[in-house]
């Protein structure tokens, strides 16, 4: 059965256009408290199948978010798994690396933080800003030490798309399914969310400066996305363009595309041999006793 999130899916090899996906869609509700009923029952089901997750023991699941500021990120984060163990679930936000980070390759410091077996690891951002912030913004190399800088900087750039794709093959070859959302939000619709922010006190603390240094290079931001989704959008690690002018609309495709993915790994509990069935019944005998 065709997957009905696929018309978001970034194929594998394709040519990704920002300009033929839509920030904005029909809605799969058609009022608030329908969108909290399909939400609430993605919650249920989300729970249901992390619960297989750990008793199987053989997957790990990464949901990797990347998108300009006021997209919804920590919002859909929040949302999609709040119904989801905390004991089975980590949560890693990556913003500007120590000088610790800066010592090591690109990929170190979210290596350290992948999930283990039976867990879900949520990158808000991760190791993509190496070919996003980073390229739009190249003086942020200098930081790095890097020897031998290549004289044409798309070199860089192709060659860490290909450490990202051999990371994602290994991890996939091991256990870990990848899931990769960039939730594409309107230039208009983030002047509006900044606005709302500086006009609603209790949503000031949400807006700085530098969000609007960074609205300056909107169309160089543009490029990298489309450039990092062309290059990296695998079939075992796909990325999805989830349109996000529409909050509660961009939950629920997220919360949709989570469960299809997990379902997909027919995740069951662990059958008991019959010499586990006897020791356990001996062990209820002496319970009863």
Known sequence: MKSQFARFRVREGSRVDLAQYPTLTDPLYKSKGQYEKILSRHIQELSSQQYLLYAS???SLLLIFQAMD??????AIAHVMSGVNPQGCQVYSFKHPSPEELEHDFLWRTSRCLPERGRIGIFNRSYYEEVLIVRVHPEILAAQG???LPKEKDTLWTNRFQSIIELEKHLS???TRIIKFFLHLSENEQKKRFVERIDNPDK??????ADMAER?????????YEECLSHTSLDQAPWYVIPADDKKNARLFISGIILETMKELDMKIPAVGADRVKELKAIRKQLES
Do not use: I, T
């Open 57 to 59: 023991n053989s997957h």
């Open 70 to 75: 006021a997209a919804g990120k920590d919002g």
């Open 146 to 148: 890097l020897p031998d």
């Open 173 to 175: 070859r091991n256990g």
């Open 204 to 209: 000031n603390w949400k807006f700085s400066a």
């Open 216 to 224: 300056k290079f909107w169309n160089q931001y543009m490029h990298a």
